[in-house]
Nanobody, 120 residues
Framework: QVQLVKSGGGLVQPGGSLRLSCAASGSIFSIYAMRWYRQVPGKQRELVALITDGGVTNYADSVKDRFTISRDNAKNTVYLQMNSLKPEDTAVYYC??????????????WGQGTQVTVSS
């Protein structure tokens, strides 16, 4: 069974940095696009960044030039480096990936959320 296991997150002061990582495990054949979302209570989940299997990246306007998404295909892991953090970046962050596995084929997977709090 495929799982996405996250690490990172926590409390940081404005202007600080955090790195999130998310590793996929299981009987995986291929991982296609990998994404990071975030959600604030009462609001819709927002796509923060994505990276294709070819390494093409895209970012929400609110995080451009501050956040960097990357992936290590050998480790089936996606990262989100977050710099110059602002209080409005406070949210629960989720990783998401399109994965082709032995069973049940190709489908979309979500990791568990991790809280990122930016506050002095």
């Amino acid at each position: 069974q495929v799982q996405l296991v996250k690490s990172g997150g926590g409390l940081v002061q404005p202007g600080g940095s955090l790195r999130l990582s998310c590793a996929a495990s299981g009987s995986i054949f291929s991982i296609y696009a990998m994404r990071w979302y975030r959600q604030v209570p009462g609001k819709q989940r927002e796509l923060v960044a994505l990276i294709t299997d070819g390494g093409v990246t895209n970012y929400a306007d609110s995080v451009k030039d501050r956040f960097t998404i990357s992936r290590d295909n050998a480790k089936n892991t996606v990262y989100l480096q977050m710099n110059s953090l602002k209080p409005e970046d406070t949210a629960v962050y989720y990783c998401n990936a399109d994965i082709r596995a032995l069973l049940p084929g190709t489908r979309n997977y979500w990791g568990q959320g991790t809280q990122v709090t930016v506050s002095s």
